[in-house]
């Protein structure tokens, strides 16, 4: 979908937001975000601050921020519930590489999931695809994924790790103690047959006259870092401690970018799926920024 003029504005130039106020913008600190975020922190009237996605829920509820890119179920149950701009996602058609379940147990055998706690929407994810899938409600254990896997220890308890970010490429996963591994992005497209949307970018309600600038903006830059594509993934892979390669792949081949009619079906699905699993109220539906 394409909310901009065919010729993008300059990089440097200033976002068409209607007024020229302040936007406080919340960023996720990870390298997926990149393709979309890169440049942003020098918008002129646009002010960007980094956090993990459950700190980025909090401030947007509680309106230290205006717009922000999170996790895509806190989009529904943030109260008051914002707006999601329609354009330039961090979504999946498979494979995410950087969502993962590991196990020393196979998935129907998973009695307690250490989670890490910086993504509200992959424990989510997790919770249906175990149930559905492999039969299985674990006891959610909240685990600080920072610390690393090996601060456990070899000993012979049985381990079940959701991780997400970054965190997932630099951390080391020994086969013999985590045998199991489950991609989640790919589970969920072969369970059922959609793209899943991990993230979104959500706006205050009190800002709807700024939605289709705000779109305009973020569809533009998600345009001109793919121009300079190059330039982006080294920076983002220096920065973050990825491997160039590894991260050229990562993001050119394993993420999707795009909001078409494929996404919001998958993220319309998702949060249909937890609130028949009661992980949102009855009801609760996306509400849509026209940007039209």
């Known amino acids: 979908m394409s909310v901009v003029a065919e010729r993008p504005l300059p990089l440097d130039a200033a976002p068409v937001t209607g007024d020229r106020a302040l936007l406080r913008v919340g960023l996720v600190p990870y390298l997926n975000a990149w393709p979309v975020a890169w440049g942003l922190d ?10 993990v996605p459950s700190a980025l829920a909090r401030a947007l509820g509680e309106g230290d921020i205006d717009l922000s890119l999170g996790s895509s179920i806190d989009a529904v149950r943030i109260d008051p519930q914002p707006l ?7 979504a999946s058609n498979g494979p995410t590489r950087t969502v993962q379940l590991v196990s020393s147990v196979p998935p129907a055998e998973i009695t307690h999931l250490h989670c890490d706690t910086d993504s509200h ?36 308890t049985p381990r079940s790790v959701l991780m997400i970010g970054d965190k997932v490429m630099t951390d080391i996963v020994d086969p013999a103690v985590h045998a199991h591994t489950i991609d989640l992005g790919e589970a969920w497209c072969s369970a059922m047959g959609l793209p899943f949307v991990f993230a ?7 800002c709807a006259d700024r939605a289709r600038g ?22 983002g892979a220096r920065q973050h401690g990825w491997p160039l390669r590894v991260a050229e792949g ?9 909001f078409g009619a494929a996404q919001r079906q998958g993220y319309e699905a998702f949060v249909q799926r937890c609130v028949e699993h009661d992980l949102l109220p009855g009801g609760t539906t996306i509400r849509w920024a026209d940007v039209h």
């Open 250 to 258: 990562y993001l050119a081949d394993t993420l999707c970018y795009e």
């Open 200 to 206: 979104v970018w959500m706006l205050r309600a009190e």
């Open 121 to 156: 929407t992959s424990v989510a994810l997790a919770r249906i695809l175990l149930r559905d899938v492999w039969g299985v409600d674990p006891e959610l254990v909240p685990w600080d994924a920072r610390a690393g896997l090996e601060s456990w220890g070899a000993d012979d």
């Open 84 to 90: 999601v701009i329609p354009v330039a996602p961090i």
């Open 214 to 235: 705000v779109a305009a903006v973020l569809d533009r830059q998600r345009r001109a870092n793919l121009m300079r594509f190059e330039a982006m993934v080294a920076a």
């Open 42 to 51: 020098g918008l002129r009237d646009w002010q960007t601050t980094a956090m």
